[in-house]
Nanobody, 125 residues
Framework: QVQLAESGGGSVQPGGSLRLSCTPS????????VGWFRQAPGKEREGVSC???????NYLESVKGRFTISRDNAKNTVYLQMNDLKPEDTAVYYC???????????????????WGQGTQVTVSS
């Protein structure tokens, strides 16, 4: 049974940093596309970033230069390093995964079969 275990959310001030972790069970991170979506109150879910099995990486435009996705195959974990956080980054962040990488459609929620429970990220002064 596939499960995605997320950790690393919390509360920070604007300009601060957080690192989210996603450790799946049931598959290895180098065999699936693994990524992150987020959903803020009253807003639609949006794709933040993903890394394919071959190492292709995508980012939401508004996080480019601030967020970095990476993976550690030995620890079977994908990380999302979030720097220079802004209040508009406040949301529940979900780890997602799928066997298939859909390229330019990476940011469509229905492209992912597996979802984590979500972790809250709050950016506020």
């Amino acid at each position: 049974q596939v499960q995605l275990a997320e950790s690393g959310g919390g509360s920070v001030q604007p300009g601060g940093s957080l690192r989210l972790s996603c450790t799946p069970s049931g598959f290895t991170v180098d065999s699936h596309v693994v990524g992150w979506f987020r959903q803020a109150p009253g807003k639609e879910r949006e794709g933040v970033s993903c890394i394919s099995s071959t190492g292709r990486i995508n980012y939401l435009e508004s996080v480019k230069g601030r967020f970095t996705i990476s993976r550690d195959n030995a620890k079977n974990t994908v990380y999302l390093q979030m720097n220079d956080l802004k209040p508009e980054d406040t949301a529940v962040y979900y780890c997602v995964a799928d066997r298939v990488y859909y390229g330019t459609s990476w940011d469509i929620a229905s492209a992912y079969d597996y979802w984590g429970q979500g972790t809250q990220v709050t950016v506020s002064s």
